[in-house]
């Protein structure tokens, strides 16, 4: 393992997690695509899985309301292939529309 320069010794702790984390995550994915014969590289399936985006849009309509939508993009061939392997929905959610007419609450803290 490479040397890990961090100020704390938490901070190195969450960096070794992380990257264990990620190596789990990566394997399972390519484990469960090997399954289905389906032989790639980590680089391979991100380039395939690039297509799929998810875009928030932000404007002010005529009221002077915030107002954010969200929504996923289409996915590719390639992509749709690969969610099926994965047996994952194509697009996690459905269109969001989010409108704010007040800024949020302010949170106080409960007394102890």
């Not at 320069?5 to 695509?33: E, K, P």
């Not at 289905?36 to 985006?53: C, D, L, N, P, Q």
């Not at 002077?64 to 929504?71: A, F, I, K, N, P």
Request: aromatic share 8%; hydrophobic share 35%.
């Amino acid at each position: 393992m490479r040397p890990l320069y961090h100020q704390r010794d938490d901070r190195c702790d969450a960096h070794l997690f992380f990257g264990l984390l990620s190596y789990w995550v990566v394997n399972t994915i390519r484990l469960q695509m090997k399954r289905h014969g389906e032989m790639a590289f980590w680089s391979g399936i991100v380039h395939r899985m690039s297509t799929k985006k998810l875009v928030t849009t932000k404007a002010i309509n005529a009221l002077g309301d915030s107002v954010e939508l969200r929504q996923c993009s289409e996915p590719s061939k390639e992509a749709r292939a690969i969610y099926r392997m994965l047996g994952y929905k194509e697009a996690p959610f459905k269109k969001i529309k989010i409108c704010r007419t007040q800024a949020p609450p302010q949170l106080t803290p409960l007394p102890r």
